[in-house]
């Protein structure tokens, strides 16, 4: 389940800053590819949080999809467009 810096910070008290540096550290010497996060992988959550339905998350993430083949999506954070 993907975390946001700002997510991360707030429950370690560990700067962004920091937390951002030490991921791309670990990621280097581990020699892993993570791809990044889309605003598919957030809907889940936020549709949780938020009490909606099964049917609502689906047509988010088709919403998502559509926009991401336009190209809409350029330059946008996951989290916002989610």
């Known amino acids: 389940m993907p975390r946001s810096l700002d997510e991360m910070s707030d429950a370690s008290s560990v700067s962004k800053k920091q937390i951002g ?3 791309r550290f670990l990621s280097r010497e581990l020699k892993i590819k993570l791809r990044p996060t889309s605003p598919s992988d957030y809907i889940p ?6 009490g909606l339905s099964g049917e ?4 988010a993430i ?7 083949e336009s190209g809409v999506l350029n330059g946008k954070g996951p989290t916002g467009v989610a």
Not at 62 to 68: L, S
Request: aromatic share 10%; no cysteine.
């Open 45 to 50: 959550r936020f549709a949780s949080k938020l």
């Open 62 to 68: 088709e919403i998502v999809r559509n926009a991401k």
């Open 56 to 59: 609502v998350q689906a047509k």
């Open 21 to 23: 540096k030490n991921y």
